[in-house]
């Protein structure tokens, strides 16, 4: 089973998530092997900083420090 997150870095209902509901979560289900957690970009409009930040937490993955 699979949860794919849309996700906005400048969102505060997404840092909401972040810090209080996904480490349960992740305890819960992706570390027990029941549920892999997708995250993929969906920067919004209405953020400056979106898409800026979108690419740059994608570049810092791929150099494994995101």
Same mark, same amino acid.
Do not use: G, I, Q
């Given at each position: 089973m699979a949860m794919i997150e849309f996700g906005d870095l400048p969102c505060p209902y997404g +840092?909401?998530?972040?810090? +209080?509901?996904?480490? =349960?979560l992740r305890r819960r289900y992706v570390d027990t092997g029941k549920?892999?957690? =997708?995250s993929l970009d969906l920067p919004l409009p209405f953020h400056p900083y979106a898409v800026p930040a979108a690419i740059a937490a994608r570049h810092a993955g791929e150099q494994g420090r995101f």
């Open positions: +840092a909401r998530f972040t810090s +209080a509901t996904f480490p =349960e549920l892999r957690f =997708e």
